[in-house]
């Protein structure tokens, strides 16, 4: 296996990732506006992430000393030069307008005031994340890994065929994104999670990456199943996936640097909550726009100011 997992702390590979929990709407039936954090992160959140709960506990040595924003520091690195944003594109999706909305999303969050909260996160040498994000490159794949049940391991073996095909360069500063296509199935996907991002070595360079399935109309994943702003509703609830994993990578590309005593990321304190929202033109509801692309995303934690959730900063 060319995977190799640094994180030898945790129990099994499965726990180094970090994952998008399902919706409010599919752990309580709640509706779209009340959403609360609490009841989504109930569930399943430790048998994902592993270092809370079931995992071995940190050495005293790596334990943060900033903790007063909510969100803790644990000394490994963040994403400082920038976020070069891979796609590679899984199954089929030739035709389907996430082509589209996707790759507008990630360039529309560089310079965003959204993105901007991940600036409040820094490094050992207090070096800021910037807010920075760059669509760097994208390809396809149809189904090296085939459709059925994809294993955690696949999704690597699909980020690490990209790479040593030359079809994605090898960035250290990139996230490689596998967006798997409606028909793809995957463990732990609707069930468990939305989508993870973890990190791995391949060929020698710590290898950033994330799976984000489409959910299609299904409510496990996505707050809005009948309309969304773009009338694409699971490129739509990717969206929120993707910024979701986008900012956790910003602030804890190795898992090992931004999460709180329960072992929450940034995201995570702030999954399935999206403040104010206003009506699009076909009834649905959105928050932001980016790229003159009308967005529902989820909101995210600042960390100053004794930290919350927020839309911008
Ligand atoms: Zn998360």
Known sequence: ????????????PTALVVGVLLSPLAASGAGPEVASPGA?????????RGRSGGGIPFPANTRTT???????????????????VYIIWYGSWSGNTATTILPTLISGLSGSAYFNINTT???????????????????????????????????????????TTNSLPRDANGLYFVLTSQDV????????????????????????????GNPGTNGACSMQTTSSPNGNVGADAMASVVAHELEETATDPDLNAWYDT??????????????????AANGSHYNMTLGGTQFLIQRNWVNATGGYCSLSF
């Open 40 to 48: 989504a992160h109930a569930i399943v959140h430790d048998s994902i």
């Open 185 to 212: 199935t995957k463990s732990g996907f609707l069930t468990s999670y939305c989508g993870w991002h973890t990190h791995g070595s391949i060929s020698g360079t710590d290898v950033k990456y994330s799976f984000v």
């Open 121 to 163: 996160y820094s490094d050992s040498s207090n070096r800021k994340v910037p807010n920075s994000v760059t669509l760097a490159g994208q390809t396809t794949d149809a189904y090296s890994q085939g459709a059925v049940n994809l294993s955690d391991n696949q999704i690597n073996a699909i980020v690490t065929s990209a790479i």
């Open 66 to 84: 900033k903790t007063t924003n909510g969100i803790s520091y644990h000394g490994g690195a963040v994403m400082n030069s920038g976020t070069n």
């Open 262 to 279: 329960r072992g929450m990321e940034n995201a995570d304190k702030c999954a399935w909550t999206f403040g104010a929202t206003a009506t």
């Open 1 to 12: 296996m060319k995977v190799l997992w640094p994180l030898i702390r945790c129990a099994a």
